[in-house]
């Protein structure tokens, strides 16, 4: 992968191929996991109806990522608090008003399964600095 990450060719396939190669792997694997699951039973629905799978992919906003971007999905069953579905979600670029970090989406996840923490992780110093709130689940995330 990290030849991949400076852009360059792996036995003949084009960096931004082999990316999307990887990523859609991931992604088969991760659909294969769930239905199992959902053909599995458990209680009156099926496993999955009491899964919750993050996947967070290990491609930042570019190469020696900043982590100002990571694309995450969540796949979840019936019995599981959920985060808005089919939705693309954006928030504020960094150091500006709204602003959420991945602390902020751990805590969103912990508060949404009973665990209310105030902040999962260290706070960001540089967003301290300007006065912006890091702390609680990011308000309508999950149901």
């Known amino acids: 992968m990290h030849n991949v ?9 084009p960096a931004s191929e082999a990316r999307s190669i990887i990523n859609m792997q991931h992604l088969k694997i991760i659909s294969n996991m769930i239905e199992k699951l959902k053909q599995t039973p458990e209680g009156s629905g099926s496993m ?8 967070i992919t290990d491609s930042g906003e570019k190469h020696h990522s900043e982590g100002l971007e990571f694309p995450a999905v969540i796949f979840s069953g019936n019995n599981i608090p959920s985060a808005k579905k089919g939705m693309y979600v954006r928030y504020p670029y960094y150091l500006r008003e709204g602003h959420k970090t991945l602390g902020n989406f751990y805590t969103s996840i912990l508060n949404a399964f009973g665990n209310p923490i105030e902040h999962y992780g260290d706070l960001d110093i540089n967003l301290q600095s300007v006065k912006l709130d890091q702390r609680g689940p990011i308000k309508g995330l999950f149901s």
């Open 48 to 55: 999955f109806d009491n899964t919750f799978i993050l996947y």
């Open 5 to 13: 990450g400076h852009g360059r060719t792996v036995d003949n396939v």
